[in-house]
């Protein structure tokens, strides 16, 4: 009676542990999504500082005199300035077809049922369910005075699936007014 016991709380763990590793399995590829989409705005900002495309004043949310949206945004392709997340952020076409994606917002390609990337069967994915955020924070000295040379930037990559909670990815990163 009692092996029963101790088997069965054993049985439990197991499925439990197969409950958690389904439930990462099924959110893999959107986590993997989000972690990209936020590691893509953090590169186009240093880019953008790193070729003076924007002064360093302009490294900032719009209300703060700068170029960046605040608040959650969707994922629409970046403008003629090469910058995601700006007022001049442009609709996105499909990689495969040219098309517009649905509403604007940016779409993937997937390989279909057939599990090969080019095929007839493949699978246009729309990014609607996602957002980015991007802010910029001053940098603090240990006297309490700002860093003027220094700003915190976060860029938070929201999503959410039907029945799921809402998911979110962070990049924190420190750009400098030096290049």
């Known amino acids: 009676m009692i092996a ?6 054993g049985m439990l763990a197991l499925i439990a542990s197969f409950a958690t590793a389904i439930t990462a399995t099924a959110s893999a590829q959107e986590d993997l999504i989000a972690r990209h989409k936020a590691i893509d705005a953090m590169e186009a900002i240093y880019t953008a500082r790193d070729s003076q495309q924007l002064a360093f004043a302009q490294i900032n949310n ?3 005199g700068g170029v960046f949206l605040s608040g959650p945004q969707p994922l629409k392709c970046s403008g003629t300035d090469g910058l995601l997340g700006t007022v001049n952020d442009a ?4 990689p495969d077809t040219g098309t517009l994606c649905p509403g604007g917002i ?14 007839a069967d493949d699978v246009t994915q729309s990014l609607s369910n996602f957002t980015r955020t991007i802010t910029f ?18 860029i938070a990559v929201s999503y959410q699936k039907p029945g ?16």
């Open 106 to 119: 940016e779409c993937l390609v997937l390989p279909g049922p057939d599990g090969v990337l080019g095929t």
């Open 4 to 9: 029963i016991v101790v088997m069965a709380i």
């Open 62 to 64: 719009v209300a703060n």
């Open 91 to 94: 609709n996105c076409t499909s």
């Open 164 to 179: 799921w909670p809402l998911r979110t990815y962070t990049v924190n990163g420190l750009i400098s007014s030096y290049h």
């Open 137 to 154: 924070n001053p940098v603090l000295l240990p006297s309490g005075a700002t860093n003027s040379n220094l700003i915190a930037v976060t």
